[in-house]
């Protein structure tokens, strides 16, 4: 029977070479010179630190440039509130991987919603789809990209894998 699997990843590895090219960015930038600001990923957080708000909001559009340009999603990217701690201001963004429980469930009913002859079922942190049809499969698949692109839809970046026949 025809399937395929609902992901959400987010590759790592390109996260840590944008964190790498935004740090270099923060050492040659004017207006950034001279200032105590930094970027450091650990496991899947990232931490912004600057001396000021300011900066800080500056260092957050650095970063999410460079992971555009490298391909990563920065809708994977959870903000937390910018922190004060002695001189410095930080702020921790936390990189989503997987599906969390309700969403999982949101998707699962909007393809239950959509009457498609195909069924959802979570698994772990992904969601598996199964129908008679490659073509069911195909407009379940077509259905959740727009979710993705509305405003109210999903607001994660999803990955279909394991297309199978």
Known sequence: MPSFDVVSEVDLQEVHNAVDQTNREIRTRFDLRGVEARVEREEDQVRLTAEADFQLGQIMDILRDKLVRRGVDVRSLEENDPEASGKLVYQICVVRQGIDQDLARRIV?????????????????????????????????????EQEKDEGGINLPLQYQNFRD
């Open 109 to 145: 009913k909007m393809i239950k919603e959509q009457k498609i002859k195909v069924q959802a079922a979570i698994q772990g942190d992904q969601v598996r789809v199964t129908g008679k049809k490659r073509d069911e499969l195909q407009k379940t698949i077509t259905m959740l990209k």
